[in-house]
């Protein structure tokens, strides 16, 4: 049935993050991990915006010649949404829609890894994923700062101050396990940075409650999780819109998008950041505190000795040096030219679409959607 994993794979192409063929194969293999061949039939059925489970049987009957009976097809829509391996909508009467790899079935199926996901994880990330995660102009995360490495002139827009995004939403607040942490613990290599590992924020009502996957928390303890951050050297990664669906506390050991991005030689320039560390050379004493916060190898001791010496092509604009930089050679610089985020996670993901098919596709697929058809 090699086909019927090859079908999906170029379905799920097609979407805003894809999945791309590899010269190994580690793609199937992931589709299998994920679905059966009778869930990758139905998987086949799905678009980007949720259909009702009537539309997909329909879709089911056009697709395979075939029909499928309606209790049947229920079933294996909530198998898949429970495992995490689809989206489906928040209110009754559901709709379900396909889930990218990242964000999305990957970190679905947090508290419920395996040794044999992350391996499969990891060589895909490597020889294809990673590029394609990384290409979209507009990522799906951005860089935040904290705010203690802030100086006072500067203005800080409500997208870049999480604290503030936190007391100001009207938001139902959560926090979950970091499915990246989790994994590679399970790989023997378990986080430097914390040891308690319930450190995913999110926003709003999720079915990660719902999947028994989350918590809901209050303000106060979502607050206490961002000084945690600072203190414990996590960098802060909101989704990239003005409404973020969530806050992940990265650090460049087992995160999925630090780790990766550390093997380009310009990991800057995939971030979507508004600010980066500039370092007085004169002032520092080379302690090298700055070099253990730093989770993405932007700062390293001279081989002389003496000095630090800063990558500006790998400075993501986190602020970790310069919150524990006591002679205070480094200070986080805003940049003149800002990335303002999309309004919401919605129009971020049509935007990355609109990028990768261009205009007159985008055109189309528009017009697809707004016709119920899978995309």
């Not at 894809?18 to 139905?42: C, K, Q």
């Not at 090298?288 to 730093?294: I, L």
């Amino acid at each position: 049935m090699t086909d019927l994993y090859r079908r999906l794979q170029r379905h799920l192409d097609r979407l805003p993050i894809g999945f791309p063929p590899t010269a190994s194969g580690v793609e199937l293999d992931l589709l299998r991990y994920f679905f059966s061949e009778e869930e990758a039939e139905v998987v086949l059925c799905l678009g980007l915006t949720h259909a009702r489970p009537w539309r997909i049987r329909g879709r089911f009957s056009r697709t395979h010649g075939r029909p499928i009976e309606r209790r049947r097809l229920e079933e294996l829509l909530d198998g898949l949404w429970r495992k995490g391996s689809i989206r489906r909508s928040l209110a009754a009467p559901h709709g379900y829609s396909v889930a990218f790899l990242a964000i999305g079935m990957f970190e679905f199926h947090v508290d419920d890894l395996t040794p044999e996901l992350m391996r499969l994880m990891h060589a895909y990330f490597d020889e294809g994923f990673g590029d394609e995660f990384f290409r979209a102009m507009l990522p799906q995360l951005r860089t935040s700062p904290h705010l203690k490495a802030i100086v006072p002139e500067h203005r800080i827009d409500t997208y870049d101050n999480m604290r503030r995004y936190v007391e100001t939403t009207d938001q139902r607040i959560g926090v979950a396990n970091c499915v990246c942490k989790q994994g590679e613990a399970l790989l023997g290599h378990p986080c430097r940075q914390v040891e308690d590992l319930e450190v995913c924020i999110f926003f709003g009502d999720s079915d990660y409650v719902e999947r028994g996957r989350g918590r809901y928390i209050s303000r106060e303890e979502c607050l206490a999780l961002l000084e945690l951050a600072e203190r414990r050297g996590l960098v802060l990664q909101p989704g990239n819109s003005l409404q973020p669906i969530c806050i992940c506390l990265c650090c460049g050991c087992c995160c999925g998008v630090l780790t990766a991005a550390k093997k380009f030689p310009k990991p800057a320039a995939m971030f979507a950041t508004n600010y980066f560390a500039e370092l007085d050379a004169q002032a520092c004493n080379g302690c090298g505190a700055c070099v253990k916060r730093c989770q993405m190898d932007a700062l390293t001791r001279a081989p002389e000795g003496g000095a630090v010496v800063l990558d500006p092509d790998r400075c993501i604009g986190c602020g970790l040096c310069v919150t524990t930089c006591r002679p205070g050679a480094l200070r986080l610089q805003k940049k003149t030219r800002l990335t303002v985020p999309p309004r919401n996670i919605e129009l971020l993901y049509l935007a990355i679409l609109a990028k990768k098919a261009g205009k007159a596709r985008m055109l189309l697929n528009l017009l697809k959607l707004a016709a119920g058809a899978r995309l």
